[in-house]
Structure formats: C-alpha cells, structure tokens
C-alpha cells in the first residue's frame, strides 16, 4: 500500500536530456514529454514509496533522480537525473 505523497515541486537543471534508442523506438513521444515535465516538477511517478522518499533526500543532496512512469500503452520506462546535474536519461528498464 502506497502511502499519500505531496509533490513539492523544487526546481532542478535537467542538464543534457537524452533518450535511449529503445526508448525512442517503443514509446509514445507525447507520453515521454509529459513525463519529463513532471520529472522536472518533482512527481516521481509510479515508483515506490522508497524511491520517491530517496527522490525528496537526494534533491538537496545533490544525487541522482529516478523515476518511473507508463505510457498510454503500458510500457514502463525511466527517467534518470544525474548527481551532478549535468544528464537526464529516458529510457526502458532493461536498458540500464
């Protein structure tokens, strides 16, 4: 059972922003899109409640953002913020 999450939209540089090629080829462009804005706003999607507790701790630790989300036809994917800032990466689970 998922615990209630507040989003508190902290603003962060996405850095470079890259997508897998697997990524490009199995997900729907529009959903991805969407995806990122609510990256970068902080609402880490479908990931865990760890996860998203790790998420509020390493936004002013400066370390990595992970987030999960679906798009409209189920496919999971992720979407990766380097420590540093300096990348965020789209792409399938089984690309990592």
Known sequence: MQTKRTIKSRPFSPGQIYTTPGALEALDGSDVADALIRHLRCDWGDCCDADWAENEFSLEK???????????????????????????????????
């Not at 989300?69 to 913020?81: L, P």
């Open 62 to 96: 400066y370390l990595r953002l992970f987030s999960v989300y679906h798009d409209r036809n189920g496919t999971k994917f992720w979407i990766i913020t380097e420590a540093d800032r300096s990348a965020t990466t789209i792409l399938l689970p089984a690309e990592y």
